[in-house]
């Protein structure tokens, strides 16, 4: 995301004859109104000019500076702007041609042509001078005056930025992007990296750091909508857990995402993921494990942990997996969902999801289980049998904090992983 466009000199070839005052070029009176000139501004005015074509740059500023100090009037103002455009062509001063531009944007006689294209050198400047309020002020000024700068929202969001207004401008983003996305408009990835970095670089402890997260979740999911690659996914997931500081649980269950998504990628992440779940789901862990040497990132030979919980739950495994058909049975006969819950979970790991489902049911029939973390594992099995539509429709129940998560699986389910 570029912070403004550089206009730079040009300026005075933008605004071509256009900027020009009316009687240096055109005898005839115009319809509108007649312009408001002091006598000693065109004077000065005229003397500046001649000077500035001729080369003779110290006496154009000398001239200019004497029309500067005898304004009167907006048509004075703008005029003298106009000058200072003209020399600030000829000797490449971007000092001289701010001001220029300053005068010219005042002076409330800029035509609404010239005024997208003084607005947005006007913000060009305040923005490396970094004084982010004149620059966003400058670039409302531009959108409002119908410039079509393609740029000109991602600027306006770095100004909120450089002024800490972290909400607002990621209100501001998401808002654009939702309004492009309605048009059927391609909104590019760097406005969506760009975002997420502002979600990233809140410190901890700050006091928009909530509102930050959930709007930096909310850019996230439709960042990896509209460019679902396995690292940003990998990134969207990552910035959502270094946010939302998950209990492990969740933890486990963004790891069953980013497994789903193909989103995992360093050798640490398959064996965080199998250390989160060996001792449980002996079988999901080797299955992570074996993902991760698959994928040529983790070296069993070298990686100690790797092997001593392969050998572990390679142990396990049979024994395990012959207990669920019992699981089943007492589940059914308990008072409460939770055996319900760990059996369905446990099936899934084995890719039983057909056997999981029912019990998912049964546990959120049964209660005293926590119904948003059982339909979140129950869509996740839904999703992963090829159930998709009965997979949202679950997702779309969960609510609370888990519902960022669900919403997350939506995204996926409807924009499969490429590349």
Same mark, same amino acid.
């Given at each position: ?16 004859? =256009?900027?020009? $005052? ?6 005839? $009176?115009?319809? =509108?109104?007649?312009?408001?000139? +002091? ?50 062509? !000829?000797? !490449? ?21 010239? #005024? ?5 050198? *006007? ?19 531009? *959108?409002? =005056? ?5 740029? #000109? ?31 059927? @408009? ?74 789903? +998504? ?39 030979? +070298? ?12 142990? @396990? ?12 049975? +007492? ?14 979970? =446990? ?13 998912? !049911? ?15 594992? #129950?869509? *996740? ?20 904090? @888990? ?12 924009? $499969?992983?490429?590349?």
């Amino acid at each position: 995301m570029r912070t403004v466009s550089t206009l730079a000199l040009g300026l005075a070839l933008a605004l071509g004859a =256009a900027a020009q $005052p009316a009687f240096a070029k055109d005898p005839k $009176p115009a319809k =509108a109104a007649p312009a408001n000139y +002091s006598p000693k501004v065109v004077t000065a005015y005229k003397a500046a000019q001649d000077a500035a074509n001729k080369g003779d740059i110290p006496t154009a500023q000398a001239q200019a500076a004497a029309a500067e100090a005898a304004i009167q009037t907006d048509d004075d103002r703008y005029l003298v702007g106009n000058t200072y455009l003209l020399i600030a062509q !000829k000797t !490449k001063d971007t000092n001289i041609q701010n001001k220029a531009v300053d005068l010219m944007i005042a002076s409330g006689k800029a035509t609404p042509e010239q #005024l997208p294209t003084l607005y947005l050198a *006007q913000a060009q400047a305040a923005a490396a001078a970094k004084d982010y309020a004149k620059a966003l002020t400058a670039l409302q000024g531009a *959108q409002k =005056a119908g410039s079509t700068e393609p740029n #000109l929202v991602p600027m306006m969001v770095e100004m909120q930025y450089g002024m800490g207004q972290r909400v607002v401008a990621l209100q501001t983003l998401l808002s654009t992007v939702d309004q492009m996305n309605a048009a059927g @408009k391609p909104v590019p990835e760097e406005w969506y990296r760009r975002g997420m970095a502002f979600g990233y670089e809140i410190k901890a402890g700050a006091p928009d750091i909530a509102q930050v997260a959930a709007l930096t979740t909310s850019l996230s999911q439709k960042w990896v909508a509209a460019y679902p690659t396995t690292r940003n996914w990998h990134d969207a997931l990552a910035i959502y857990r270094e946010q939302t500081k998950p209990d492990a649980e969740t933890q486990t269950d963004i790891y069953r995402l980013l497994r789903a +998504s193909n989103g995992l990628l360093g050798a640490g992440e398959f064996l965080e993921y199998a250390e989160n779940v060996y001792l449980r789901y002996p079988n999901e862990a080797q299955a992570v494990l074996d993902e991760g040497v698959k994928k040529g990132v983790l070296n069993m030979a +070298s990686n100690k942990n790797a092997t001593e919980i392969s050998a572990l739950v390679k142990t @396990k495994i049979p024994a395990d997996k012959a207990s669920l058909a019992a699981s089943e049975k +007492s589940a059914a006969a308990a008072p409460t969902g939770r055996p319900a819950l760990n059996t369905a979970d =446990a099936l899934v790991t084995y890719g039983e999801y057909a056997r999981a489902i029912p019990l998912y !049911k049964t546990a959120l029939t049964k209660g005293g289980v926590d119904a948003n973390l059982v339909n979140v594992h #129950l869509g *996740q099995a839904q999703a992963l049998s090829g159930d998709t539509a009965g997979a949202k429709a679950t997702f779309a129940t969960v609510t609370g904090p @888990k519902k960022a998560l669900a919403d997350f699986w939506v995204v996926h389910i409807d924009h $499969p992983t490429v590349g």
